[in-house]
């Protein structure tokens, strides 16, 4: 990557190699570049229009380059090679800038130079020269990662570009990018966009006018394609606030495609914190592609594999490994059907190219035989698979038949022997055979109950048991002629015999195949009974929420009246919540299992609740039923189509959204009679979600001009209701089942049956054009309308929930919000992301779903923090982190952060817990006062405080009077110690550098002179304050003199002294107070002050110390600033700190108190909004730090 590293180090082996470029010839060495340094084998070069000055031609040059996608733009710095006087001349290295080029430079002089003079002739030099450059960077290319050895080197040179361009890491990494135009306001500007994995960015360069965008995919709120007037062709990418227009592209399908994939992958990153992970599995490309990175071969094969998993009903670890074209023999038809054949890990899958007309699924478990047929030519080049249960499929006309037949063996040598097949006796009846084999004693149900509960009853033999068995003997004779099992042949007979109902002796079996669940239940033998085993006994939220449900799932039917039925309802959903815990319960799902449990035993209905919640119904029983609200969007779309009339209606009356939400997530079994609702979901598992959306605008078709007529909302809900409850079947067998819904809504007239029958026919008549690719589309659409509204009602709870304990605005909050939420969202792609999963749990409430560590938070502290102290606001930020990060976990939430920000109270608990092992107390000492909403705990402070100054000037003998004062206050105090813990003592060492610290934090205010003031009052206090409380503890003994002496040129020397201003000398003597006031807090009478140079010779020791420990620098020190004598240099050195002084924080709290500067200063709202803004314009990407600084934080986090 040789533009994401921009330092080198020096020496013959030291330098980073990233700049090399392999030798090209160049034969013209001054079009659009200018020579600036040059030797007899040398030339350095700089393009023209880069840096000051270019005029014209320089624009010129620099809009070409963009335009023509130059590397000279992003590298403006070359060096050539060149011999005697020929006229050609080799590119060996180039640079992003003048430090980066000079570098390369020097180490060209300083280690080749001396050695090329040496050689007699120019083509040995030029050999020796590009030899020595190909071997520095084939020994670079040893070190780098594999998927960047696939990448073309055109493509790496372009995301070293887009990292150079837009300030981006090198964890950022780019997928593809593309010529076009964006249009800013009606002006296109040509340039080029780039598609990251987090990103979309865009750069233009015309004439010198530079436009760069960049969006991240996880705010965008809208992606589609269009073509207006004003917009030819384009696509519009829509956040919050703005919208964007891009347009001229060479491929806006191919472009717009892995626009939406990306957009995809961020909005699973905001649903469940599932960021994008490249796959390692991804065979590599026989050659490698121009400007197609391995991340895009990535992206499409996984498109890929998703259309091919949707196709054909498989499992999610399901990768296509290829497809071709060929014709299938089908028996049934006699005729070859064309189509294509797809070949997978683990299946064999045939699709016609005519909808409808075969569709073929053979597991790789099933299969026997895999030969070469005889090539004829009626059927040239043919393939005949044989399967255990004598099945035998013939597919010809296949381009590379060898390397096909060679495919399929390897993965049939991968695939386990012992896997239960469909050739097993018991899977023609729909059995498990690996049922609950680990838990006999339980009362499992070991087939559907409701074959169970209709064993007593007498058989019935009028019309509708009659029409029962013709149609058992329909499908009998169709699995004569297709075959049984999952490879059989499927066919437009086959969906025929579906619409016409599924006989219930054979509805379990054929949910299963339809559903794709019998390959994941024959894959996965015994998984269901050790699921049961571990949840049995489990206490857990979901688990609590199951059992308040069973008895609500389907009460009215005999099955769910006694233990066996709830009993394995139980299992089944405990089972499912152990498997997945992202998703564990969610209300419905009692609805849906228990249907499913009537027809087939439990392992059978646990395996179409996994295919239901998660490949058929994506994310509908997740915490926030995010599918369901996604679908419910795509229904208004299609009502809007198709109904538009009454679409406009219905959004007036806000039906539409409260009627769809329980229609999907039930599958219209809580709204309908079961006995027809269950040949809805027979459809359902034959064709997927396209038949609840037609049989939804069905039942809004057949009651438009009734709803049309209505006036509000619950008007039209009793319509539609009174409709749904009155769609019978009249074939079913099964004695009717009361609907508790029809009980509740019936009136006085009961209105027409509708025939279900009726009203599928006529959802396929009227509505059978939806397709499931149009379907997928318009989900993405409102998927990302979705996941953002939910995110903005995250946003709002939030902010209403800490608004009433911040100081900020509600607008502030907001915008808050938004930065802390981004801060978390990059440490997941670009930080540690093995704790960043960790950080966001959508099953939390919405104050604690996002999360920031230390390093995030100095950031947005050094950002967006009031109360800043230079080269200690990284310190600062780490004490500030310690006493936010209550659960010591690490992380803080966003009331924490906010707190962070506002709390001055905790600010200067920060500011004197100078070690680590202090945050603890700190903590509770910064609550107690925080949570005093009294005035009384401030009036204290301050009583206590004149006090002290008061009877500082007491002599010794009036000490008993004033310890009793303290003890009088000491047990007003009492009630409110007894429940926190107080901070440790601040010893003079931690108030020297406390003074420190509040100088740098004053230096640059406006009103500075007053606080240096305000300080120097406080610290004059604190001192004498001190030496009070010194004497008290050592009950009146006095110290010895020379340690007083001592003191006091301690203290000064230790203080930052201010600059000499060029004024009168006003300014300085307001900031020497601070040392000024030190000096004289001392009650001893102080020695003669010592001669100008030893004074001056101290302030330069004192300066210097500063410096080193980073306080503000100090070039001279005021005329008026008073120091204390001290006998010379090496007497301060080897003073020592008085380790008997100490004051407490409640003493520094209402020492600054008593400052209306200081309180000011500390109680001030900083402008926000406009470091919010200035945050928002850095785009976040300044994660990259030092070393040093990573050293730093993982020091302070300790």
Same mark, same amino acid.
Not at 691 to 701: D, G, N, R, S, Y
Not at 790 to 813: C, G, P, Q, Y
Not at 1182 to 1195: I, K
């Given at each position: 990557?040789?533009?994401?590293?921009?330092?080198f180090?020096?020496?013959?082996?030291?330098?980073?190699?990233?700049?090399?470029?392999?030798?090209?010839?160049?034969?013209?060495a001054?079009?659009l570049?200018?020579?600036?340094r040059?030797?007899?084998?040398?030339?350095?070069?700089?393009?023209?229009g880069?840096?000051?000055g270019?005029?014209?031609?320089?624009?010129l040059?620099?809009?070409?380059?963009?335009?023509? $996608?130059?590397?000279?733009?992003?590298?403006?710095y070359?060096?050539l090679?060149?011999?005697?006087d020929?006229?050609?001349?080799?590119?060996?290295?180039?640079?992003?800038?003048?430090k980066?080029?000079?570098g390369?430079?020097?180490?060209l002089?300083?280690?080749l130079?001396?050695? &090329?003079?040496?050689f007699d002739?120019d083509?040995?030099i030029?050999t020796?020269?590009?030899?020595?450059v190909?071997?520095?960077i084939?020994?670079?290319?040893?070190?780098?990662?594999?998927?960047?050895d696939?990448?073309? *080197?055109?493509?790496?040179?372009?995301?070293?570009?887009?990292?150079?361009l837009?300030?981006m890491?090198g964890?950022?990494?780019?997928?593809?990018y593309?010529?076009?135009?964006?249009?800013k306001?009606?002006?296109?500007?040509? *340039?080029?966009?780039?598609l990251?994995?987090?990103?979309?960015?865009?750069?233009?360069?015309l004439?010198?006018k530079?436009v !760069?965008?960049?969006?991240?995919?996880?705010?965008?709120?809208r992606l589609?394609?269009?073509?207006t +007037?004003?917009?030819?062709?384009?696509?519009?990418v829509?956040?919050?606030?703005?919208?964007?227009?891009?347009?001229?592209?060479l491929?806006?399908?191919?472009?717009?495609?892995?626009?939406?994939?990306?957009?995809?992958i961020?909005?699973?990153q905001?649903?469940?914190?599932?960021?994008?992970?490249?796959?390692?599995?991804?065979?590599?490309a026989?050659?490698?592609l121009?400007?197609?990175?391995?991340l895009?071969r990535?992206?499409?094969?996984?498109?890929?594999?998703?259309?091919?998993?949707a196709?054909?009903?498989?499992?999610?670890d399901?990768?296509?490994?290829?497809?071709?074209?060929?014709?299938?023999?089908?028996?049934?038809?006699?005729?070859?059907?064309?189509?294509?054949?797809?070949v997978?890990?683990?299946?064999i899958?045939?699709?016609?190219r005519?909808?409808?007309?075969c569709?073929?699924? #053979?597991p790789?478990?099933?299969?026997?035989?895999?030969?070469?047929?005889?090539?004829?030519?009626?059927l040239?080049?043919?393939v005949s698979?044989?399967t255990?249960?004598k099945?035998?499929?013939?597919?010809?006309?296949?381009k $590379?038949?060898d390397f096909?037949?060679?495919?399929?063996?390897?993965?049939?040598?991968? !695939?386990?022997?012992?896997?239960w097949?469909?050739?097993h006796?018991?899977?023609?009846?729909?059995?498990?055979?690996?049922?609950?084999?680990?838990?006999p004693?339980?009362p499992?149900?070991?087939q559907? &109950?409701?074959?169970?509960?209709?064993?007593?009853?007498?058989?019935?033999h009028?019309?509708?048991a009659t029409?029962?068995?013709m149609?058992?003997?329909?499908?009998?004779?169709?699995?004569f002629?297709?075959?049984?099992?999952?490879?059989m042949?499927?066919t437009?007979? @086959?969906?025929?015999?579906?619409?016409?109902?599924i006989p219930?002796?054979?509805?379990?079996?054929l949910?299963?195949l339809?559903?794709?669940?019998?390959?994941?239940?024959a894959?996965?033998?015994?998984?269901y009974a050790?699921?049961?085993?571990?949840?049995?006994?489990?206490?857990?939220?979901? !688990?609590e929420e199951i059992?308040?449900?069973?008895?609500?799932s389907?009460p009215?039917?005999?099955?769910?009246?006694?233990?066996?039925?709830?009993?394995?309802?139980?299992?089944?959903?405990t089972?499912y919540?152990c498997?997945?815990?992202?998703?564990?319960?969610?209300?419905?799902?009692?609805?849906?299992?228990?249907?499913?449990?009537?027809?087939?035993?439990?392992?059978?209905a646990?395996?179409?609740?996994?295919?239901?919640?998660?490949?058929m119904?994506?994310?509908y029983?997740?915490?926030?039923?995010?599918?369901a609200?996604?679908d419910q969007?795509v229904?208004?779309?299609?009502?809007?189509e198709?109904?538009p009339?009454?679409?406009e209606?219905m959004?007036?009356?806000?039906v539409?959204?409260?009627?769809?939400?329980?229609?999907f997530?039930?599958?219209?079994?809580?709204?309908?009679?079961?006995?027809?609702?269950?040949?809805?979901?027979d459809?359902?598992?034959?064709?997927?979600?396209?038949?609840?959306f037609?049989?939804?605008?069905?039942?809004?078709?057949?009651?438009?001009?009734?709803?049309?007529?209505?006036?509000?909302?619950?008007?039209?809900?009793?319509? &539609?209701?009174r409709?749904l409850?009155?769609v019978?079947?009249k074939?079913?067998?099964?004695?009717p089942i009361p609907?508790?819904?029809?009980?509740?809504t019936?009136?006085?007239?009961?209105?027409?049956?509708?025939?279900?029958?009726?009203l599928i026919?006529?959802s396929y008549d009227?509505?059978?054009?939806?397709?499931?690719?149009?379907i997928?589309?318009m989900?993405?659409?409102?998927?990302?309308?979705?996941?953002?509204s939910l995110?903005?009602?995250?946003k709002?709870?939030?902010?209403?929930?800490?608004?009433?304990?911040?100081?900020?605005?509600?607008?502030?909050?907001e915008?808050?919000?938004?930065?802390?939420?981004?801060?978390?969202?990059?440490?997941?792609?670009?930080?540690a992301?093995?704790t960043?999963?960790?950080?966001?749990d959508?099953?939390?409430?919405?104050?604690?779903?996002?999360?920031?560590?230390?390093?995030?938070?100095c950031? +947005?502290f050094?950002?967006?923090?009031?109360w800043?102290c230079?080269?200690? @606001?990284?310190?600062?930020?780490a004490?500030?982190?310690?006493?936010l990060d209550s659960?010591?976990?690490?992380l803080?939430n966003?009331?924490?952060f906010?707190?962070g920000?506002?709390?001055a109270?905790?600010?200067?608990?920060?500011?004197?817990?100078?070690?680590?092992?202090?945050?603890?107390?700190?903590?509770e000492?910064?609550?107690f006062f925080?949570?005093d909403?009294?005035?009384q *705990?401030?009036?204290?402070?301050?009583?206590?405080a004149?006090?002290?100054?008061?009877?500082?000037?007491m002599? %010794?003998?009036?000490?008993?009077d004033?310890k009793?004062?303290?003890r009088?206050w000491?047990?007003?105090?009492?009630?409110k110690?007894?429940t926190?813990k107080? &901070? =440790?003592r601040?010893?003079q060492?931690?108030?020297?550098?406390?003074?420190?610290?509040?100088?740098?934090?004053?230096?640059e205010?406006?009103?500075?002179q007053?606080?240096y003031?305000?300080i120097?009052?406080?610290?004059?206090?604190?001192?004498?304050?001190g030496? %009070?409380?010194k004497?008290f503890?050592?009950?009146g003994?006095?110290?010895?003199?020379d340690?007083?002496?001592?003191?006091?040129?301690?203290?000064?020397?230790?203080?930052?002294?201010?600059?000499?201003? /060029?004024?009168?000398g006003?300014?300085s003597?307001?900031?020497?107070l601070?040392?000024?006031?030190?000096?004289e807090?001392?009650?001893?009478?102080? =020695?003669?002050?010592?001669?100008?140079?030893?004074?001056k010779?101290? !302030?330069?020791?004192?300066?210097?110390?500063?410096?080193?420990t980073?306080s503000?620098?100090?070039?001279?020190?005021?005329?008026?600033?008073?120091?204390?004598?001290?006998?010379?240099?090496?007497?301060?050195r080897g003073?020592?700190?008085?380790?008997?002084?100490? #004051?407490?924080? /409640?003493?520094?709290?209402?020492?600054?108190l008593?400052?209306?500067?200081?309180? $000011?200063?500390?109680?001030?709202?900083?402008d #926000?909004?406009a470091?919010?803004?200035?945050?928002?314009?850095?785009?976040?990407?300044?994660r990259?730090?030092?070393?040093s600084?990573?050293?730093?934080?993982?020091?302070?986090?300790?």
């Amino acid at each position: 990557e040789w533009l994401s590293n921009l330092e080198f180090q020096q020496g013959n082996s030291g330098l980073s190699f990233k700049m090399w470029i392999t030798p090209e010839e160049v034969l013209l060495a001054n079009a659009l570049w200018v020579s600036e340094r040059a030797n007899p084998f040398f030339i350095l070069q700089r393009r023209k229009g880069h840096g000051k000055g270019g005029g014209i031609t320089g624009l010129l040059v620099g809009t070409m380059d963009v335009v023509l $996608d130059s590397s000279a733009r992003v590298a403006p710095y070359r060096i050539l090679h060149q011999t005697g006087d020929s006229q050609i001349f080799w590119s060996i290295a180039c640079g992003s800038s003048r430090k980066e080029i000079t570098g390369h430079w020097e180490w060209l002089e300083t280690n080749l130079l001396q050695t &090329l003079s040496i050689f007699d002739n120019d083509e040995d030099i030029t050999t020796f020269v590009k030899g020595k450059v190909s071997g520095i960077i084939a020994e670079e290319n040893k070190s780098k990662a594999a998927q960047e050895d696939e990448d073309s *080197g055109k493509f790496r040179e372009a995301e070293q570009k887009m990292r150079k361009l837009f300030g981006m890491p090198g964890e950022e990494k780019l997928v593809n990018y593309y010529s076009c135009s964006y249009w800013k306001g009606r002006v296109p500007r040509q *340039g080029w966009v780039y598609l990251s994995v987090n990103h979309l960015c865009f750069y233009s360069f015309l004439l010198g006018k530079e436009v !760069t965008l960049v969006v991240q995919w996880t705010e965008v709120t809208r992606l589609e394609k269009n073509a207006t +007037l004003v917009f030819p062709e384009s696509v519009r990418v829509s956040t919050r606030h703005t919208e964007h227009y891009f347009s001229m592209f060479l491929n806006i399908n191919d472009t717009f495609k892995l626009m939406e994939q990306l957009a995809t992958i961020a909005m699973r990153q905001l649903l469940d914190n599932e960021g994008f992970s490249a796959d390692r599995t991804l065979p590599k490309a026989c050659k490698t592609l121009k400007n197609v990175s391995a991340l895009k071969r990535d992206l499409d094969a996984r498109a890929k594999n998703e259309r091919y998993r949707a196709l054909f009903r498989l499992t999610p670890d399901e990768r296509l490994d290829g497809h071709t074209d060929c014709t299938l023999w089908t028996p049934f038809a006699k005729m070859h059907i064309v189509g294509q054949l797809f070949v997978s890990n683990n299946y064999i899958c045939f699709c016609s190219r005519e909808e409808d007309l075969c569709q073929l699924i #053979i597991p790789l478990r099933e299969v026997s035989i895999v030969e070469k047929a005889d090539s004829s030519s009626v059927l040239p080049c043919p393939v005949s698979i044989s399967t255990k249960n004598k099945m035998t499929f013939l597919f010809a006309n296949l381009k $590379d038949r060898d390397f096909l037949v060679q495919r399929i063996s390897d993965f049939l040598q991968r !695939t386990p022997d012992k896997l239960w097949s469909d050739g097993h006796p018991l899977a023609l009846s729909g059995y498990s055979v690996s049922q609950s084999e680990g838990i006999p004693s339980l009362p499992t149900a070991t087939q559907g &109950l409701l074959r169970i509960y209709q064993k007593d009853d007498p058989e019935d033999h009028g019309p509708k048991a009659t029409k029962e068995k013709m149609k058992e003997e329909s499908w009998n004779i169709h699995f004569f002629e297709f075959g049984r099992g999952v490879c059989m042949y499927r066919t437009s007979k @086959t969906r025929e015999l579906v619409l016409n109902g599924i006989p219930e002796s054979l509805r379990g079996e054929l949910w299963l195949l339809f559903s794709g669940a019998q390959n994941e239940m024959a894959t996965h033998p015994g998984y269901y009974a050790e699921l049961v085993e571990q949840a049995m006994g489990r206490c857990t939220l979901a !688990t609590e929420e199951i059992e308040r449900d069973l008895h609500r799932s389907m009460p009215e039917h005999h099955a769910f009246q006694n233990e066996m039925g709830i009993a394995a309802l139980r299992r089944v959903l405990t089972a499912y919540a152990c498997r997945n815990p992202g998703i564990g319960y969610c209300q419905a799902m009692n609805i849906v299992t228990s249907v499913l449990l009537l027809y087939c035993t439990e392992e059978e209905a646990f395996w179409l609740l996994v295919a239901l919640c998660e490949r058929m119904l994506p994310d509908y029983y997740n915490t926030r039923v995010v599918g369901a609200l996604v679908d419910q969007g795509v229904f208004e779309e299609l009502t809007r189509e198709c109904l538009p009339l009454l679409y406009e209606h219905m959004q007036e009356l806000g039906v539409i959204s409260t009627i769809s939400l329980s229609w999907f997530l039930t599958l219209f079994l809580s709204v309908m009679p079961f006995d027809s609702a269950v040949l809805l979901v027979d459809c359902f598992f034959y064709e997927g979600i396209k038949v609840i959306f037609q049989v939804a605008l069905a039942v809004l078709h057949a009651n438009m001009d009734t709803l049309l007529g209505c006036t509000d909302e619950g008007e039209a809900m009793t319509i &539609l209701g009174r409709y749904l409850d009155n769609v019978v079947n009249k074939q079913t067998v099964s004695p009717p089942i009361p609907h508790l819904h029809a009980l509740l809504t019936s009136g006085d007239e009961p209105p027409p049956e509708i025939d279900v029958f009726q009203l599928i026919k006529s959802s396929y008549d009227k509505f059978g054009s939806l397709r499931a690719d149009v379907i997928e589309q318009m989900r993405f659409k409102q998927r990302l309308k979705v996941i953002q509204s939910l995110e903005d009602t995250a946003k709002r709870s939030v902010v209403r929930a800490i608004m009433t304990d911040s100081a900020f605005s509600i607008e502030e909050l907001e915008e808050l919000y938004v930065l802390f939420k981004a801060k978390h969202i990059m440490s997941c792609y670009w930080g540690a992301s093995c704790t960043a999963a960790e950080r966001h749990d959508p099953s939390l409430p919405y104050l604690e779903q996002y999360r920031i560590d230390l390093e995030q938070f100095c950031q +947005l502290f050094g950002a967006l923090g009031t109360w800043l102290c230079g080269t200690h @606001t990284v310190t600062l930020a780490a004490r500030h982190f310690r006493l936010l990060d209550s659960n010591k976990d690490g992380l803080i939430n966003f009331k924490e952060f906010v707190t962070g920000l506002s709390d001055a109270n905790m600010l200067l608990v920060s500011l004197t817990a100078l070690c680590p092992e202090e945050a603890e107390s700190a903590l509770e000492a910064a609550q107690f006062f925080t949570d005093d909403d009294s005035p009384q *705990g401030t009036h204290t402070l301050l009583c206590i405080a004149i006090c002290i100054q008061c009877n500082i000037v007491m002599s %010794v003998s009036e000490v008993k009077d004033y310890k009793y004062y303290l003890r009088m206050w000491a047990k007003e105090k009492e009630p409110k110690i007894e429940t926190i813990k107080d &901070l =440790p003592r601040m010893n003079q060492e931690q108030f020297i550098e406390l003074c420190k610290t509040l100088y740098n934090m004053f230096s640059e205010d406006p009103l500075e002179q007053e606080l240096y003031h305000a300080i120097a009052t406080v610290a004059s206090l604190l001192l004498r304050i001190g030496e %009070v409380g010194k004497k008290f503890t050592n009950n009146g003994a006095k110290k010895s003199t020379d340690t007083t002496y001592t003191q006091a040129p301690t203290l000064s020397a230790e203080l930052p002294q201010p600059e000499k201003e /060029e004024s009168n000398g006003e300014s300085s003597s307001g900031q020497s107070l601070v040392c000024k006031a030190l000096a004289e807090a001392q009650l001893e009478t102080p =020695p003669q002050q010592t001669s100008d140079e030893e004074v001056k010779d101290d !302030t330069s020791v004192s300066s210097y110390s500063m410096v080193s420990t980073g306080s503000l620098q100090c070039e001279d020190i005021a005329d008026d600033t008073v120091l204390i004598g001290c006998a010379g240099d090496q007497q301060r050195r080897g003073s020592t700190l008085d380790g008997d002084w100490s #004051i407490t924080f /409640e003493q520094v709290l209402a020492s600054m108190l008593t400052e209306p500067p200081l309180v $000011d200063y500390f109680e001030k709202k900083g402008d #926000i909004q406009a470091r919010m803004a200035t945050c928002k314009m850095q785009r976040g990407v300044e994660r990259q730090v030092s070393s040093s600084s990573d050293h730093e934080l993982a020091q302070l986090s300790t």
